[in-house]
């Protein structure tokens, strides 16, 4: 069964005002830092550190160190991310490049 283009409109629709209202809340309870609690605080310096970490082990779990091509692909790519975001303090550069050294090592070399 396919989906009608009014249904697709309306799932961008909701999806795009979930996502707005997620962004924006946090800026109506807390409109200054200063009056935040510090827990709210504490989890705004912490969480985006953690997301990141949970999505590497995430994309590393099947990995398999002892069969070729024994993770080099991926070494490599996560020290590309590593180098170019400490290098140029760009994220979308570093995981761009990362993605590209990746593919490529997997797509043409390994």
């Known amino acids: 069964m396919t989906m009608t283009t009014l ?12 996502t707005a209202i997620t962004r924006f809340l946090p800026y109506v309870f807390f409109p200054n830092v200063a009056s935040a609690p510090k827990y ?5 310096k912490m969480l ?5 970490s ?14 070729a091509p024994h993770g080099i692909p991926e ?3 996560i020290t590309v991310v590593a180098a ?9 550069l570093s995981i761009a490049a990362g993605t590209v050294v990746y593919m490529g090592l997997v797509q043409f070399v390994f």
């Open 75 to 77: 070494a490599v790519g």
């Open 48 to 52: 985006p550190t953690s997301a990141i």
């Open 54 to 67: 949970l999505l590497v082990v995430y994309c590393l779990r099947y990995v398999n160190f002892t069969n």
């Open 7 to 18: 249904q697709a409109l309306i799932i961008i629709g909701v999806l795009a005002l979930g």
């Open 40 to 44: 709210i605080t504490y989890l705004g």
């Open 84 to 92: 170019l975001h400490i290098w140029r303090k760009n994220t979308l």
